[in-house]
């Protein structure tokens, strides 16, 4: 009894509300159009009679993954790990590779062995940590230098007590930077003056690596153009274009 007399108090306060509101509406001008509506247009599928396409032309190995050899993360930590290692390790293990994942100038790869002995030349840049996975531990995000002012990123992702490369690229490029748990990259155009690549990399559970979501041509935000690559756009199989890393 208590609670239906508490609901129907309840509905008399909404109903007064209600109708309050209706009398201030009445006691001013009253309601006044602000014009036409323009109508809703929905999305039109162009050429309908087009088969669906069954496999892209090109494979650009967005999620290709690799375990990184000889590599022992101790307790889940990435900060433990060498980069320099870390890279030597991928390079040993794929000595003549220059496409892919793996691939690395030859120059470049002499001085990733050469780093101990000459560490002013050594490419690899200073690493960044970061949880772009979202498993509340943090990847290691690594920077290699090589020629034609281009840059590889990787990232690799602490798991089974080892390390597990989940994003790798090249480019010529103008910046890196982290929003979140995104991974964005700023590249020169090619050849659209005043233009750049801006590339956000993003953690996809389900195929286990970092995937390139969002791809867009923007104008540079500094009103400066990068210099034009002189190379085709797309990175992941082969050393391809760019500029200096953040």
């Known amino acids: 009894m208590r609670a239906n007399r508490a609901g129907l ?62 590599i022992t993360v101790r307790g889940g930590d990435v900060r433990t790990v060498d980069p320099v290692a870390v890279v030597r390790a991928e390079v040993e293990a794929h000595p003549d590779t220059y496409t892919g994942g793996d691939g690395m100038y030859e120059e470049t790869a002499r001085a990733v062995l050469a780093c101990d002995s000459a560490p002013a030349k050594c490419p690899v840049l200073s690493p960044y ?52 748990r995104n991974l964005i990259v700023r590249a020169a155009s090619a050849g659209i003056p005043g233009y750049e690549y801006r590339t956000a990399w993003v953690w996809d559970a389900r195929q286990h690596s970092m995937l390139p979501t969002r791809d867009e041509i923007v104008p540079v935000r500094d009103g400066t153009a990068p210099s034009p690559r002189t190379t085709p756009r797309r990175t992941a199989p082969a050393p391809v274009s760019p500029e200096p890393a953040a």
């Not at 009679?49 to 650009?60: G, M, Q, R, W």
């Not at 290699?144 to 690229?169: C, F, H, K, N, W």
């Open 9 to 70: 108090l309840a509905a008399v306060a909404v109903t007064g509300g209600v109708l309050a509101a209706t009398a201030g509406c009445g006691a001013g001008d009253g309601l006044k159009s602000e014009g036409p509506v323009p109508a809703a247009v929905g999305p039109v599928r162009l050429w309908p009679e087009l088969p669906p396409a069954s496999d892209p032309p090109v494979d650009y190995g967005e999620t290709d993954t690799e375990r990184v050899p000889g």
């Open 129 to 180: 940590y970061r949880d772009l996975t979202g498993n509340g531990r943090d990847e290691l995000i690594v920077g290699i230098r090589m020629p034609e002012q281009q840059v590889s990123v990787r990232v690799y992702m602490a798991e089974d007590g080892g390390l597990t490369r989940v994003m790798s690229t090249v480019d010529q490029v103008v910046s890196v930077e982290l929003a979140g």
